[in-house]
T-cell receptor
Framework: GIQVEQSPPDLILQEGANSTLRCNFSDSVNNLQWFHQNPWGQLINLFYIPSGTKQNGRLSATTVATERYSLLYISSSQTTDSGVYFC????????????FGTGTRLQVFP | GAVVSQHPSWVICKSGTSVKIECRSLDFQATTMFWYRQFPKQSLMLMATSNEGSKATYEQGVEKDKFLINHASLTLSTLTVTSAHPEDSSFYICSTGRLPGQNNSPLHFGNGTRLTVT
């Protein structure tokens, strides 16, 4: 099956810093989503981005499907950005069946 | 977008008892739902695909007799953890599949259920 690796596994930032999170996947995908899991476990959908670039406020994401990676950019980080960020992909045959990456745990300190 | 309601948000049960978790699609009829499990400090792993009106499809390594899935209506899937043991303590979360023609929209998840077996 598809393998999904994220880097870095852990990231510690001071408030106001920028960061880039990476997601590599091993095969073609027709679905890619970035999630933020808050301390209560809720998965907040950030982007649906199987290809291309999207921006939403301080967050943006780019997926280069042909090279099998996606990037999540967080600018001017805030303490509320803390949590775990997951990318999840859906393969060609069943795009609704998501395979989650290993996650990046982000801690933002004031 | 789809709204998914999951209940309960947390449950504590004694070893040997069974626990039922509900996942509801609130704004559309979901023929397919998915159940995931997340152990502490780990990623989410797909357990099974719940199919309305037919048997669930389980991922390799997931015991179908232990994790009973029922998808009796187009808006409700239930996961029952039977004869729960402490090692079943985990975070369980569901998502709905998308309707045909919605392949360019994101998948939505419930808020999850934290199960603790004592």
């Amino acid at each position: 099956g598809i393998q999904v690796e994220q880097s870095p596994p852990d990231l510690i930032l001071q408030e106001g810093a920028n960061s880039t999170l990476r997601c590599n996947f091993s095969d073609s995908v027709n679905n890619l989503q970035w999630f933020h899991q808050n301390p209560w476990g809720q998965l907040i959908n950030l982007f649906y981005i199987p290809s291309g670039t999207k921006q939403n406020g301080r967050l943006s994401a780019t997926t280069v499907a042909t090279e099998r990676y996606s990037l999540l950019y967080i600018s001017s980080s805030q303490t509320t950005d803390s949590g775990v960020y997951f990318c999840a992909v859906g393969g060609s045959y069943n795009t609704d069946k998501l395979i989650f990456g290993t996650g990046t745990r982000l801690q933002v300190f004031p | 977008g789809a709204v998914v309601s999951q209940h309960p948000s947390w449950v504590i049960c004694k070893s040997g008892t069974s626990v039922k978790i509900e996942c509801r699609s609130l704004d559309f009829q979901a023929t397919t739902m998915f159940w995931y499990r997340q152990f502490p400090k780990q990623s989410l792993m797909l357990m099974a695909t719940s199919n309305e009106g037919s048997k669930a499809t389980y991922e390799q390594g997931v015991e179908k007799d232990k994790f009973l899935i029922n998808h009796a209506s187009l808006t409700l899937s239930t996961l029952t953890v039977t004869s729960a043991h402490p090692e079943d303590s985990s975070f369980y979360i569901c998502s709905t599949g998308r309707l045909p023609g919605q392949n360019n929209s994101p998948l939505h998840f419930g808020n999850g259920t934290r199960l603790t077996v004592t």
